[in-house]
């Protein structure tokens, strides 16, 4: 367990704070009230912090790493039935079938050879997760994603060569700069292949993410503290 995971009751506060300033940033930018989803990002905090927020009234949760997710969501899901999983983090081509049986939507289809890993194991499992492509916006070399100048290939790569059921994009821009071009530059790639889900935006700048679109926000550190 995190030493910094929140209580109970903190987790339950900040996700109300969270979801109102979702709720404002939403009014702000002139969306209709609901279009953002909340994706609560609980990667390395223990089950009970989920099961807080889940008593909360959250329901989607985001983990990075399949092993922890599958230790963590399994046996919550009897208790919760509309418990929803994302994974968003870098996925290894060899975790691709256990992505495939733990996760809701997988975030991070950031390179060729895990489309392939993905549609095999979606074949193999009889399950099939929605896929999201994490593109590289900021184009930066210690970054997954794919560059942006290849978005529209690798989509229709997904989409005709490997049969994916992707619906959308998701980004992690630049720390430095000011998120919003790459922000915008995603949300109007998804619109232009009709793709409905954006997923952008973290703690520190969810709001800049959706006035610029985004349709899912993934939180973390906002909600159940900071990470040891
Ligand atoms: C950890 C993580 C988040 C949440 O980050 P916070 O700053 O804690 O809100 C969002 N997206 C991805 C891909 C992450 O790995």
Redesign the pocket.
Known sequence: MSPASASAAAIARNLATVQERIAEATARANRPAGSVTL?A?S?THPAESVAAALAAGQVLF?E?RVQEAAAKFPSLRPDWPGLRLHL??ALQTNKARDAVRVADVV??LDRPRLAAALAEAMAKEGRRPEVLVQVNVGEEPQKAGIPPGETDAFLRACLEEHGLPVRGL?C?PPAESDPRRHFAWLAERAARHGLPVVSMG???D?EAAIACGATHV???????GA?G
């Open positions: 994706v990002v990667k985001g990075n968003i983090g975030e991070s998701m992690i973290m703690s520190g969810f993934r939180v973390g550190s906002a909600i159940f990470r």
